[in-house]
């Protein structure tokens, strides 16, 4: 049982507090937006996306920074994720 | 009698609670949008669609992650549905 | 003496209540937009809206489901009729 | 002395009380917009408006439904007129 | 010492409480903007603005009524201008 | 120590209160935009901005009538600049 | 370990407190936006963004001005970065 993205959407799962600070990445609170690591699950197709040719940058295993507050969180089978358009995902982190 | 949604909309039928427990999926409460399952009962034609080409990825009998407060309510004999436009389907589960 | 819509407007006539119990069809309170059911009385012409092809695809004397709070009531010869934009009809009832 | 108006606006004419009762017509209260019959006055050239082509489809003579706060008043030796864009006008009585 | 508006703007200014008295123009209070009476002083260009070809359509000298809330006062060697986008003209008087 | 505009901005010293009396403008209070005049101090070189071909149409020494809300403010080795966009200015004084 | 942007964005470095002093730069509070000093640590590819190509125009180790609340901080291995698009980057120091 998986989550298929449509269009330009990325399923990630976002790393545990642990994780996090293991890779020494601290995310300070912001007003507007709260980034966030995210590991990238699922890539949609991209393609005509209202209009626009989208065309995916990030693929599955990527580590990325995302804005919070743009996903849907979804949970299936105990694991929650998060459903973002790429354009909510602000940097790959290597 | 049955509901032919126009252009990019979809109808869906939402899973009943009995059943989202069965395949495992909580949808948490998210505070912009609540995340819904749901099954695709009848598609729109897709075409033009405010002046841009739309082409239509889900299909009758799909299961899918769609954000709620896009869609409408219409009762029709007895069952609900739900109409929203294919954009705010985020994911197809599989 | 009748209504001729402009561009992609559509001119409808509410179904009456009592044709609404007939039908099945119960509609639901909804927050943002109240879905209705009604006739489709007159079609406008089409053609180039806002600087996109509109082509209409409905028909005079469809039952279609719309968004109430888009369209404009007038009332001509004792008669009420709702003007909404094509793009504010759901579904048509089959 | 007359008003040219420029690009797609349309010059109306309010049709009095006594005319709106004559013909039938009642405009109840709505609560976003409140639908007018008046006359058309004087048509603008249409031609390129915002970067899109648009066609004047009504002429003067013309009685027609408009939306009332998207225009604005005029009062031009004793005469009231409304100065609206061709879209605020959403059919043609005929 | 002169304004040169660039692009699509157009430097106004007001007809006096005077003239408009004679002209017979009486401009009554409009909730949302209020029109007002003009003699056409400076146009700009023209041209592409916003990537949208632009026309100019009004010329030195005409007297035209245009929306007052889009426009911005400036005061030049004791007279005051008002520099309005020609967008915000609806009208020339003849 | 200067800066260099991107795209289309454009970045003003605002002149001195002398200056402004001794040249004769007075910029009355507007409520949404405090129009003021400067001197383009440096341009950006134009090109594609938002998809848009934009053409520079000041150049450096012109004085200048802007919106005051669009721009920037920035202190430089005891200077202070305004930087904004090209669109924020109305009008070349001659 | 470092960040990648994507598409149009841009890595910054904030110029810390001293250096900001020693440069001889003020930026004084704004009430939109508070400018800000920074040094540019990567660069995103550009290319297509939001359907429209976008160049960029900024490169690693540029002195910028740029619009804080546009910005995302992040942190990583104890240094703070704020993630931008280039839009936001009003001007070049040099």
Redesign the interface.
Known sequence: ???????D?V?LKQLEAEETTK??????G?E??K?QQAEVI?VGPG??V????V?M??KKGDNV?Y?K?AG???????T?YI?VK??D??????
Chains 1, 2, 3, 4, 5, 6, 7 share one sequence.
């Open positions: 049982m998986k989550l298929e993205p449509l269009s959407r399923v890779s020494g990445i601290v995310l300070p912001a507007k937006e980034p699922a393609g005509v209202d209009g626009k040719e065309k940058q990030v920074i804005s507050y849907t969180e979804v949970k299936l089978e105990d929650t459903i790429q354009n995902i602000l940097a790959i982190i290597k």
